[in-house]
């Protein structure tokens, strides 16, 4: 740790190793933990891991969960990580090793699915490879705090492990981003939900209005004051409600609500912001937990 640290000074930061097999999953995990909030980093040397510590927690002292994916690279990595959470250990950082296996026929079959020769296999067969990793990795598995084994589990259902082992991860948010587009201009390939609302009528055709954008009261009051546009709304927020817990049981933690009309300019902006402040309403009130973005995708486009 940096010579201004005593040793044994606490440090709010918890490290957790995430060791295992080549194959069952060990990017799965860090993506899963990046996406709850926790800093990852991959493949870092153990005898840097204390420095990363080190400069985290003091460039981000806001970071309070720290993922370190463990890659086998010789006989000596149980050693080294011993080393290393001894070290951390001292300077009160809290540790622990979530280890990643699966059989070995399955780790086969992945290997063989991704056309990708295992790590540690050498000029010999895949089925070498993983037996000489596994017998490197055998004093990692035999100390960790937690060993998943992952041969029947989907990137799905791995998640739900991973969030059910770590609860303080965050996995109960949902991002919405609700973007507004011109139907002209083409659907938005990472929609998720699309909602058309040329239905109401367009501002373009109120001479008064047609200057004027979504955003503009004159035109929101017009577009929001149609009798449908209400209804629509509370609907469209009832519909996320609707499909949220699916999305968040599923793995996806990540929703676009896009909303468009014929030229990105008016209706769809009013309905964008509309939703997106029914929506922030909710998780105000406690009702859900969202978190919202509005863009416009379309907006000053001729």
Known sequence: MSEGRALGESIDLTVLFVAGMSGAGRSSVANILEDDGWYVADNVPPTLVAKLVDFVHTDSPAIAR????????????????????????????ATRVLFLDASDQ??????????????????????????????????????????????????????????GLYPNAGDDTLSIAVQSFGFKYGVPIDSDLVADVRFLPNPYWVPELREHNGRDEPVRDYVLG????????????????????????????????????????????????????????VAAAGDAHYDIRVLHRDLGRE
Do not use: N, W
């Open 226 to 281: 149609q009798p449908e546009a209400a209804t629509f709304a509370a609907t469209y927020v009832d519909l996320v409600a609707l499909v949220a817990p699916g999305y968040l049981r599923e793995g996806k933690r990540y929703m676009t609500i896009s909303v468009g009309c014929t030229g990105g300019k008016h209706r769809s902006v009013a309905m964008t912001e509309e939703l997106a402040r029914r929506l922030a309403a």
């Open 66 to 93: 720290m993922a370190i994916v463990v890659r086998a690279t010789d006989s000596a990595i149980d050693d080294e990580l011993a080393q290393v959470r001894d070290q951390l250990a001292q300077a009160g950082v």
């Open 106 to 163: 399955i780790l086969v079959r992945r290997f063989e699915q991704v056309r990708r020769r295992h790590p540690m296999q050498g000029g010999e067969t895949l089925i070498e490879g993983i037996a000489r990793e596994r017998a490197v990795l055998a004093p990692i598995q035999d100390g960790a705090d937690l060993v998943v084994d992952t041969s029947t589990l989907s990137v799905a259902k791995l998640r739900s492990v991973v969030e």
